[in-house]
């Protein structure tokens, strides 16, 4: 939670707390949500996300739960979340999910069963990665998008590239953390006084990025949305990882409520 009137962070069961909005409440989504495509066997999945997805051993950033699912089980509930989501948002409104290689397929159906009109997949390119003889590298993550119906090209927004260039972010305080300048590239999908929801947000950056770039702007900063939940913990079965709800204000300076 934040007293700050420029955000509000919401910790709890997104099954739960997406279903609560009222409809037409955000202008986007921009998420990162667990991909629960760590291992091979149901037994490497059931590991914890910190042995997964680190080498760092007990100096790896805090697990999150949520990631064992199958891809059958893994669909199931993304569709259900998106399908929340895209309730929540006002029409025209963009989705951007992060994924990578093995979940692709299934993210892009759950967006469409969830009533999402799938428009693309942008790029990632990490760079580095493991080189394996005689393998194309796995050196990418992408960006799942579509939009809630029509969405009109006249929008306020630039033309945004299809591959993004950034190295993992060093010192992360999430297993998954996306870096801060890709984010700051992303939410530009967002028009000017639109609300972000990230319903996934684990170490804050969509909300950052949105400030930062805003801010630079002159009009615009992250400002509480309104009504507050009250769940008893964090991330409670949907991966660990707390739900923000960024927004920008008008071009005017009025908060977007």
């Known amino acids: 939670m934040s007293d ?29 949500p667990p991909y629960a495509s760590g291992g091979r066997t149901q037994a490497e999945k059931n590991k914890s996300t910190a042995k997964k997805y680190s080498s760092m051993g007990d100096h790896a950033p805090p697990p999150f739960d949520g990631d064992a699912k199958d891809q059958r089980s893994w669909t ?13 948002c006002k029409p025209g409104a963009p989705v951007c999910m992060f994924i990578d290689w093995r979940q692709l397929p299934a993210a892009t159906d759950a967006l469409q069963w969830a009533g999402w009109i799938w428009r693309g ?28 119906g029509d969405m009109p090209i006249n929008r306020p927004v630039p033309c945004l590239p299809g591959v993004f260039k950034y190295g993992n972010p060093q010192n992360r305080i999430h297993l998954t953390e996306k870096p801060l300048q890709l984010m700051r590239d992303i939410v530009k999908i967002t028009e000017p006084g639109g609300r972000i929801l990230d319903p996934f947000a684990g170490s804050g950056t969509t909300v950052l990025a949105g400030l930062l770039r805003y801010r630079h702007r002159g009009h615009g900063c992250l400002c509480r949305t309104g009504q507050r939940a009250n769940p008893p913990s964090v991330g409670t079965g949907t991966g660990g990882r707390p739900m923000t709800r960024p927004c920008f204000p008008d071009a005017d300076g009025k908060d977007v409520q």
Not at 76 to 88: C, F, I, P, Q, T
Not at 126 to 145: C, D, H, L, T
């Open 76 to 88: 199931r509930w993304a569709a259900e979340w998106l399908y929340d989501a895209r309730k929540a």
């Open 121 to 148: 997949t942008a790029v990632w390119d990490k760079g580095n990665s493991r080189p394996q003889k005689g393998r194309f590298r796995q050196q990418a993550e992408y960006i799942v998008w579509g939009s809630n």
């Open 4 to 32: 700050n009137p420029q955000w509000e962070i919401i910790q709890g069961d997104a099954l739960k707390i997406l279903s609560s909005f009222a409809p037409g409440t955000f202008d986007a989504v921009i998420t990162d």
